[in-house]
């Protein structure tokens, strides 16, 4: 299985930027934004996306932490084994706010599913979008994202790897083939 760097440090902060920007661009109102990430690449992107809006806009925006794991409709559980603990971590109202999940990679569209039922079980927002640092395609849902780092069209026996330096201690995305 060959594993080749396809996006680097500096490309990767750059989409990150240009995610950053679009949010800015079509939200009037930032003060009524927030970000939740996606155990676990999604939490370290949020975190980057709400410092870079308060580098160029000067405005703190929450962040939260999101788990699915219980939300999954692709992971079983045998009966008989207790479910994962939930970690997920909103410290805030999501009441009437602009709610942007954010994720490293959408492929099939699950984990974004997910993603909308655990929002709607912590409360009401306003609106949810989506922001991927990589689509890769192959869509099992009607699910799309609004902000896109990169389009990375891949075949199902491709898997895109992100890592981000606060987890993997390095900023790239790869692309591995698998059997």
Sequence with gaps: MTEKKIVDE????????????????????????????????????????????????????????????????????????????????????????????????????RTIRAALDAVMDIGRPESISLAVLVDRGHRELPIRADYVGKNIPTSKKEQIIVSVKEYDGKDEISIKQIT
Aim: hydrophobic content about 40%; aromatic content about 4%; overall charge negative.
């Design 10 to 109: 500096m490309t990767l902060k750059r989409a990150l930027t240009r995610i950053t920007y679009e949010i800015i661009e079509r939200h009037k109102d930032l003060d009524n934004i927030v970000l939740i990430g996606i155990k676990t690449r999604g939490i370290f992107l949020a975190e980057r996306i709400a410092e870079r809006m308060k580098q160029l806009e000067d405005k703190d925006i929450p962040v939260g932490e999101l788990d699915i794991t219980l939300y999954r409709d692709d992971h079983h559980v045998p009966k008989h084994e207790e479910p994962s603990v939930n970690d997920t971590n909103v410290p805030f109202s999501i009441e009437g706010k602009e709610v942007i999940l954010v994720d490293d990679v959408i492929f099939t569209g």
